[in-house]
């Protein structure tokens, strides 16, 4: 598989493997100024694992990127864990000099705490989010105001608040 010699943008694809030792394969999808290019790259994992993204453009100042993914490993006792992250990231560019970005990100691990040899919790999750806005000053220069916000799962299986952040650079 050889690059495209014109520009193009990735917009979305898929990467599923599954197994203990098959090809995972990963499907791209290119959009090129002349067509349609797809990308296929094919190579060896040790893994059960399924993987979604996309990249939305709506309008020329906005793009929104949105990733998923869940893992899991089977045993001969059963499903040792299950994985999954999910991931959004909004970026608006008000000016050539100035944008906002907002990303959020929800991560979950369920295990079955019988089928390992050291204590482990059955379900553990968090959330976190964040708000950036940037404002380019001169070639060198930004100035830049962010929030971060920490969420995890406490015993009542609610996302509670465990971290938060202001800052300006």
């Known amino acids: 598989y050889a690059t495209p010699a014109v520009p193009f943008e990735r917009l979305a694809g898929v990467t599923v493997s599954a197994g203990q030792s098959t090809a995972t394969a990963t499907v791209a999808v290119f959009v090129p100024q002349d067509g349609v290019v797809f990308e296929v790259?094919?190579?060896?994992?040790?893994?059960?694992?399924?993987?979604?993204?996309?990249?939305?453009?709506?309008?020329?100042?906005l793009t929104?990127?949105?990733?998923?993914?869940?893992?899991?490993?089977?045993?001969?006792g059963g499903r040792l864990f299950t994985a999954q992250v999910q991931r959004a990231r909004l970026q608006y560019h008000l000016s050539a000099r100035c944008f906002v970005r907002l990303v959020g990100q929800y991560v979950e691990t369920e295990r079955d705490p019988a089928l390992y040899s050291f204590p482990v919790p059955e379900r553990e999750a968090g959330f976190s989010g964040s708000a950036l806005l940037s404002y380019r000053l001169d070639w060198q220069t930004s100035l830049f105001l962010g929030y971060g916000d920490e969420r995890a799962?406490?015993?009542d299986q609610r996302l509670r608040q465990t971290a938060r952040q202001l800052f300006v650079k």
Request: charged share 25%.
């Open 41 to 61: 790259t094919v190579n060896d994992q040790i893994a059960t694992d399924l993987r979604l993204w996309a990249t939305l453009r709506p309008h020329d100042r």
């Open 153 to 155: 799962l406490d015993p």
């Open 64 to 76: 929104l990127d949105l990733n998923g993914a869940l893992s899991w490993l089977d045993l001969a």
